[in-house]
């Protein structure tokens, strides 16, 4: 794995983890060491190395996963930690593709920080690298591109000028990509559930990083589901899962 320009630091070199290339899950795993109890109300104490414990159990079922569901593209997921100054105390994780089409998930330091347990650190990995799985950025943006065709199109048929039809497909651009955005983090909660399951983490302790988030609702066209409907779909998806690990 490469460390990436603009500041962002890869896990490789963060936090002295393996980056080559991801062993066959095994169909048993002890139980992952939990660095603080799952009900803590605290950071923990060493997110570094849970991280590195993290990525360790979780980066291989990914990865096992994305291949047997596709042979479309790749699955070599590099994760980094994003250590720029202007990042500053953003909470947040997402997935992203490199020039060469190599699936990216990045984190913030501040959201590292933040989580209470590594069951979080291993819903939110597997959930960022569902993304990838279920082909949602290629999605969103063939989603947006005909939202500013179908939008603009319409604009230049009623005889509107180029300031209008622009218009008019910038508007249409960002209905397209928020379409089946709140759908499309349901269903990379399932398959994250089903990746941290695997790797033997509590996918419904981890899913609690939602309660401490701002609920946007239930918005026309919001980007994300209403906090509860995640809790409810990562409940249900671990009620048909097996034993964990």
């Not at 320009?5 to 939990?34: D, E, H, M, N, Q």
């Not at 997402?94 to 913030?108: D, L, M, N, R, W």
Request: glycine share 10%.
């Amino acid at each position: 794995m490469n460390v990436v320009k603009l500041g962002l630091v890869a896990i490789c070199g963060f936090v002295l983890v393996s980056c080559g290339g991801a062993p066959s899950v095994p169909t048993a795993r002890p139980a992952p060491p939990v660095t603080q109890d799952p009900k803590s109300s605290q950071p923990l104490a060493n997110p570094v190395a849970a991280f590195k414990r993290v990525i360790g159990r979780v980066e291989p079922v990914g990865t096992n996963i994305c291949r047997a569901k596709t042979s479309q593209q790749p699955c070599d997921f590099a994760i980094y930690v994003d250590n720029r100054p202007d990042s500053g105390s953003v909470i947040n994780a997402y997935q992203t593709e490199s020039e060469t089409g190599q699936p990216v998930v990045i984190f913030t330091a501040a959201l590292l920080k933040s989580v209470r347990n590594e069951d979080e650190l291993a819903f939110i990995l597997g959930h960022e690298m569902a993304h990838h799985i279920a082909g949602h950025i290629r999605k969103q943006s063939a989603n947006t591109w005909l939202g500013a065709i179908a939008l603009g199109g319409l604009a230049a048929a009623v005889g509107g000028d180029s300031t209008m039809v622009d218009l008019a497909a910038d508007i249409g651009a960002g209905i397209g990509s928020r379409v089946y955005s709140k759908e499309h983090e349901l269903q990379a909660d399932e398959i994250g559930t089903v990746i941290a399951h695997r790797a033997g983490y509590d996918a419904v302790t981890g899913s609690m990083f939602f309660n401490r988030l701002p609920d946007p609702g239930d918005r026309v066209l919001g980007s994300h589901p209403p906090n509860a409907a995640r809790l409810t779909r990562v409940r249900a998806t671990v009620s048909k899962l097996g034993p964990r690990g």
